[in-house]
T-cell receptor, first 113, second 114 residues
Framework: GQQVMQIPQYQHVQEGEDFTTYCNSS?????IQWYKQRPGGHPVFLIQ?????EVKKQKRLTFQFGEAKKNSSLHITATQTTDVGTYFC?????????????FGQGTILTVHP | DGGITQSPKYLFRKEGQNVTLSCEQN?????MYWYRQDPGQGLRLIYY???????QKGDIAEGYSVSREKKESFPLTVTSAQKNPTAFYLC?????????????FGDGTRLSIL
């Protein structure tokens, strides 16, 4: 079945440093979504990428979808303590897996002030 | 406010006991999902339903059962056959306007074995 791998598992940064997490799928994806889960909370949708090579920005966050639609990345510029949490990518397979998402293991981000 | 309500927040299960986790949504979403989250792991899909009276197994359905008798409700039963039930359980919902709509999550239920 479809597998989505996410690295790194943990990332510790000083406030103001940049952060990147990477996501790779074993199969071509119809779309990829990114979620953030604050400590003790539930995942919250951030963004969805659908097109090959797509790049989207949300303030300090930049999301990319690979040309082959098998990989994606999330980059945060100048991290702040409010960025703390676990970031998940989730790939959609389309076709017979309509509606299903396969989540990566997540990257736990800690930011030291 | 529209949203997803999961209850209880914490649940304890005795050996050999079935327990049911509640999930209710007032977002008028057709699709609902149950995930299991273990420390250091992503969300793993247990069951999902795209329409009332229909549901499909996810990747880790063994030891779990669901029903979808109403659009708003998608309860999950953790049966005694699930030998390692301790985890954080998350319910989600989405529209089905087109494939892979963003999912909205409830606050989760933490299940532990006594």
């Amino acid at each position: 079945g479809q597998q989505v791998m996410q690295i790194p598992q943990y990332q510790h940064v000083q406030e103001g440093e940049d952060f990147t997490t990477y996501c790779n799928s074993s199969t071509t994806l119809s779309n990829i979504q990114w979620y953030k889960q604050r400590p003790g909370g539930h995942p919250v949708f951030l963004i969805q990428l659908v097109k090959s090579g797509e790049v989207k920005k949300q303030k300090r966050l930049t999301f990319q979808f690979g040309e082959a639609k098998k990989n994606s990345s999330l980059h945060i510029t100048a991290t702040q303590t409010t960025d703390v949490g676990t970031y998940f990518c989730a790939g959609g397979g389309g076709g017979t897996s309509y509606g299903k998402l396969t989540f990566g293991q997540g990257t736990i981000l800690t930011v030291h002030p | 406010d529209g949203g997803i309500t999961q209850s209880p927040k914490y649940l304890f299960r005795k050996e050999g006991q079935n327990v049911t986790l509640s999930c209710e949504q007032n977002l008028n979403h057709d699709a609902m999902y149950w995930y299991r989250q273990d420390p250091g792991q992503g969300l793993r899909l247990i069951y999902y339903s795209q329409i009332v009276n229909d549901f499909q197994k996810g990747d880790i359905a063994e030891g779990y059962s669901v029903s979808r008798e109403k659009k708003e409700s998608f309860p999950l039963t953790v049966t005694s056959a699930q030998k390692n039930p301790t985890a954080f359980y998350l319910c989600a919902s989405s529209t089905t306007e087109y494939s892979n709509q963003p999912q909205h999550f409830g606050d989760g239920t933490r299940l532990s074995i006594l």
